[in-house]
Structures are given as C-alpha cells and as structure tokens.
C-alpha cells in the first residue's frame, strides 16, 4: 500500500496493538469477505465524493454502488456480522417530488428521482441513490440488519493530510471563492 495513505492511522493511540489495516478493492466481490469474519458490525463509509468527473460511471457509479454491494455480500457470508452500518449522503434523499412536510416520514423507500440526476447530471446525487436503494434491496432480501445514516456533509477534525472534498466545499464558502453550494 501507499505510506502517505496510512501513515496518520498507524500513528494513532493504541494503532500499534489494535488497528489492523487491510488492502481490498471495492469493486472486487469477494474482497472483503475474510476482512468482515469475525466482526459484530461493519461501517462501511468509502465511496467517491467528487462533484467534478469526466467518467460517471466509471469514477462515481460503479464504486458506490459495486463498492456497497461487495460490502453487504462479505457481510451476509459472515455468521458473525449482526448489523451494518453504511454512510451514504441527504443528496440520495433529496431530489424527487414527495412531499416535504413535518408529516412525511423518509424512510428506506425515499430516494432521489435517478431520471432527474441523469437528466440534470447530479453523478454524485445518482451513484448515491442508485447504491442506497441497492443496498435496502439486498440488505432486505438477506436479512441483513443495516441502518443508513443521510449526513449533508461529513466535516471536522481530519486524520488524513489531505482535504476532503466537503471540507473543501466549506473553506471556498468561507474564502468566498464558491458562491453558490454544487449539487
């Protein structure tokens, strides 16, 4: 693996004697299934955030959604797994034309209209709702006990060297150099 990757989770309190790292491929079936043996629960937070692609597919669709799908299926192969826990995004929610009032309940049936992200070209809004909705209908059909959590945006104090593409979003905001939030 990359160094520069990993190199702030290995230097982390108690890293040295608890933290086990693992090199897998979302978009590989089977990749994590000797990864999820043995664990009571699984989160499963890595997809693409990017709001720029030239690729949809490629760069944002098939990861997520492949990528929630090869999770769940390790997960449903392990006896040991009893919930899963999977971070997807409000934009997987946010953009069709139910009602929008403190009566509605959104529940695991509540997606965006893919046909308005395609139309509108919303890559990012699209791989999340196409990859949520897959992962209800496989966590349903194998009895899987998950729970999804709809964030806006996943933002504080970052581990990686890096910034990430919310946090990103927030210092243009702040510097003035994006005036209006990307979709």
């Avoid at 760069?59 to 826990?85: F, H, M, Q, W, Y």
């Avoid at 953009?95 to 997606?111: A, C, I, L, M, S």
Wanted: glycine share 4%.
């Amino acid at each position: 693996g990359n160094p520069k990757k990993v190199d702030h989770l290995l230097n982390l309190d108690g890293a040295k004697e608890r933290l086990q790292l693992f090199k897998e491929d979302l978009l590989e079936e089977g990749s994590f299934d000797s990864v999820v043996e043995g664990c009571d629960g699984v989160f499963h937070t890595a997809s693409p955030v990017r709001f720029v692609v030239n690729d949809p597919q490629v760069e944002l669709i098939d990861p997520a959604l492949k990528g929630t799908l090869n999770v769940l299926k390790s997960c449903a192969k392990s006896p040991s797994v009893k919930r899963v826990i999977s971070t997807s995004s409000v934009s997987a929610i946010a953009f069709n034309t139910r009602p929008k009032n403190p009566e509605v309940v959104v529940d695991d049936t509540w997606f965006s209209d893919p046909d308005f992200c395609r139309e509108s070209k919303l890559w990012y809004t699209l791989s999340k709702t196409l990859a949520e909705a897959a992962a209800w209908k496989f966590a349903n059909e194998n009895r899987i006990d998950m729970v999804v959590i709809n964030p806006t945006m996943v933002v504080g104090s970052l581990l990686q060297p890096e910034v990430n593409e919310s946090v990103e979003t927030i210092l243009k905001l702040i510097n003035v150099t994006l005036l209006v939030m990307p979709n």
